[in-house]
């Protein structure tokens, strides 16, 4: 276990190193299981040089959704077993339902959330699906650029001490934020719902 940290913390000083296409290539392998998050990479970046956090989080956003596309087109083209072969059939059977609700929502919130192999699974998924393409797209740079640029205001905002955060002290960071977000949604809706279903005077 600890080898795989250490193997963790020397690649994300390797990325980060690069400067902004290290973290364009590392936002955009992570999404094929590459054990570096990303979000290590972007927040000592936009730290240290926080004039180009914003900036930083576009690069970040263009990776990873770069990298969601190839698996819509995988599930697009591979159908059900392009799914069955990676993921359990619980997950599947569950963000099949999710998508028969809303497939936007799914997708940009799965795509904030802090969820392992979650963008993965339903960028495939919406594929799978027949998630429009346009959809598929905005609703993923709504998640994921909503995510990094979160990420790279909180390093702005932290200045050198956003450095020493781990990938639990974003990702809870970020967890709590999607909690806000989930919740203020389904208040949301209930209210429109409970409006709706108000006798017309």
Do not use: C
């Amino acid at each position: 276990m600890l080898d795989v940290l250490e193997t963790v913390e020397l690649s994300t000083a390797f990325f980060a190193s690069l400067g902004a296409p290290g973290l364009l290539l590392v936002a955009f392998l992570e999404f094929f299981l590459l054990p570096v998050p990303p979000d290590l990479v972007l927040v000592p970046l936009s730290a240290t040089n926080p004039e180009f956090a914003l900036p930083y989080a576009v690069v970040a956003t263009v990776g990873s959704v770069s990298a969601g596309l190839v698996g819509f087109l995988t599930g697009k083209k591979g159908g059900r077993r392009a799914l069955d072969s990676r993921f359990a059939g619980e997950r599947i059977h569950k963000v099949e339902r999710y998508f028969e609700r809303s497939g936007f929502v799914t997708v940009a919130f799965g795509a904030f959330a802090p969820i392992p192999e979650g963008y993965e699974l339903l960028s495939i998924g919406s594929g799978v699906f027949d998630l429009d393409l346009r959809t598929y797209l905005a609703a993923s740079v709504l998640g994921r650029g909503g995510r990094y640029t979160l990420e790279a205001i909180l390093a702005v905002y932290l200045g050198e001490a956003a450095r020493s955060l781990t990938e639990v002290d974003v990702y809870s960071i970020i967890g709590v934020a999607t909690a806000v977000v989930l919740v203020a949604y389904v208040v949301r809706n209930r209210w429109f719902s409970d409006r709706s279903a108000e006798p017309v005077q």
